[in-house]
């Protein structure tokens, strides 16, 4: 079946570091892939997404490339801030017989310290 | 606002002490899904629903039903609540329901089984 896999977390950095978050995935056919956020006490949000190979999805600072050679999405940002504090979702979308259903990733915990 | 909506946010009951989760979202969206999260493991995903009175199994649906009577309106339903249910849960909507499609998310529900 289709599965997630994201680096180990809590990952802390001081503001303006560099950000990068692992994400590799398994699947059958050509998923979509997403960054999802969530912020404490709220709900997740779309971050950005990439629907087909070499895409580039990009929002708020962050980008992530669809890799299908390397089958990876990985998350970056050049420098984070204390507000991008919060966990983060890698997610796949395989649609078909899947429908809708989002396989995520075990989240990743970021704290930036000022 | 376009948003999905869940009541209560934090529940604590009984074993066996049937419970009731609302969801409703206000963008028109036919697909509707719920998910749980535990630490470590992600999102999972419990019952999903297509349109009107059609709703399937997601990867963890023991224990829980679902029904959707109106388009707006998703509600979970914990019959015999039990401690393995204590979770964070999750009431998500999109369009139609593709792989491709971004999904909007409640805010959650705490829910402590005693």
């Known amino acids: 079946g289709n599965s997630v896999t994201q680096m180990e977390g809590p990952v802390t950095l001081s503001e303006e570091a560099f950000l990068t978050i692992n994400c590799t995935y398994t699947?059958?056919?050509?998923?979509?892939l997403f960054w999802y956020v969530q912020y404490p006490g709220e709900g997740l949000q779309l971050l950005l997404k990439?629907?087909?190979?070499?895409d580039k999805g990009s929002n708020k600072g962050f980008e992530a490339t669809y890799r299908k050679e390397t089958t990876s999405f990985h998350l970056e940002k050049g420098s984070v801030q204390v507000s991008d504090s919060a966990v983060y979702f890698c997610?796949?979308?395989?649609?078909?017989?899947?429908?809708?259903?989002?396989?995520f990733g075990q989240g990743t915990i970021l704290t930036v310290h000022p | 606002e376009a948003q999905v909506t869940q009541n209560p946010r934090y529940l604590i009951t009984v074993t066996g002490k049937k419970l009731t989760v609302t969801c409703s979202q206000n963008?028109?969206?036919?697909?509707m899904s719920w998910y749980r999260q535990d630490p470590g493991l992600g999102l999972r995903q419990i019952y999903y629903?297509?349109?009107?009175?059609?709703?399937d199994k997601g990867d963890v649906p023991e224990g829980y039903k679902v029904s959707r009577k109106e388009k707006r309106n998703f509600p979970l339903i914990l019959e015999s609540p039990s401690p393995n249910q204590t979770s964070l849960y999750f009431c998500?909507?999109?369009?139609?329901?593709?792989?491709?499609?971004?999904?909007?998310f409640g805010p959650g529900t705490r829910l402590l089984v005693l």
């Open positions: 998500a909507s999109s369009l139609y329901g593709t792989g491709g499609e971004t999904q909007y």
């Open positions: 699947a059958t056919g050509y998923p979509s």
């Open positions: 990439a629907t087909k190979a070499d």
């Open positions: 997610a796949l979308g395989a649609g078909g017989t899947s429908y809708g259903k989002l396989t």
């Open positions: 963008m028109n969206h036919e697909y």
């Open positions: 629903s297509m349109n009107v009175e059609v709703t």
